[in-house]
């Protein structure tokens, strides 16, 4: 069976899907909000979240900046961890007003914006690229469970690699095109929630005919994906 490129595995899940238009928010910095609090919850969870900051009026980062920390964890707390995910959202919210909002993070080229955003407390290297990309229109790569379970079992790479190489590989084998990147990691986070979950439901999946791991055995399938991810 020959490896299906990253780009034809991109095509065949539009093709499959359709455009997801990501990221489901009004503004850029409800992007940054949603991308922070769906660490570790579902997206159901994030929307109840960021309704209950809106009601409250609380959906700025010069309000969230100054607000109190105990009040805001209980306008989050539908998140999950939520007086954590009120101390990084508050710590965040002070770093974009002061950076001057997105118009003054835009300066920045992408590197030195992605160390700036990774210095912020609670940002990690997902939640980093996923604000890069779709809150400050840079085109990066982000890299999720649901991309590094796929490719591990389209056997691109092994589950050993870790965050930075995975995106490495894939900026290496895709165009610098914004609007691909934003559809790609939506596609994928689509085709995990459909077919390819922690425990795979390969019928009718639209890469079966390039993925080796549909062949496997249900025991191989277990062994895969008992040793995939962290
Ligand atoms: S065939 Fe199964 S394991 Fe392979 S990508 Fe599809 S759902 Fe995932």
Request: aromatic share 10%.
């Amino acid at each position: 069976m020959s490896l299906i490129t990253p780009l034809e595995v991109y095509k065949r899940l539009l093709t499959a899907y359709g455009p997801q238009h990501w990221w489901p928010a009004d503004t850029p910095f409800e992007m940054m909000v949603g991308a922070i609090l769906t660490q570790n919850t579902s997206w159901q969870n994030v929307e109840t979240a960021i309704t209950s900051l809106k009601m409250y009026h609380m959906l700025d980062c010069e309000t969230i900046a100054s607000s109190n920390l105990a009040q805001l964890g209980e306008v989050i707390r539908s998140s999950g961890s939520y007086m954590q995910k009120a101390r990084y959202l508050q710590q965040f919210s002070i770093f974009y007003y002061k950076e001057n909002r997105r118009a003054g993070l835009m300066k920045w080229p992408t590197s030195v914006l992605r160390k700036r955003l990774l210095g912020v407390h609670g940002i990690g290297p997902e939640t980093a690229d996923s604000i890069l990309l779709y809150g400050l229109d840079k085109p990066v790569f982000v890299v999720d469970t649901y991309t590094k379970r796929l490719f591990v079992r389209l056997e691109h790479f092994g589950p050993e690699l870790n965050y930075d190489s995975i995106q490495h590989y894939f900026l290496q084998r895709l165009p610098e095109s914004l609007p691909l990147l934003q559809e790609f990691h939506a596609l994928i986070v689509e085709h995990a929630k459909r077919f390819c979950r922690s425990k795979p439901q390969c019928d009718n999946c639209p890469l079966i005919e390039y993925c080796p791991t549909a062949m496997c055995s249900t025991m191989e399938i277990s062994r895969i994906h008992t040793s995939e991810i962290e």
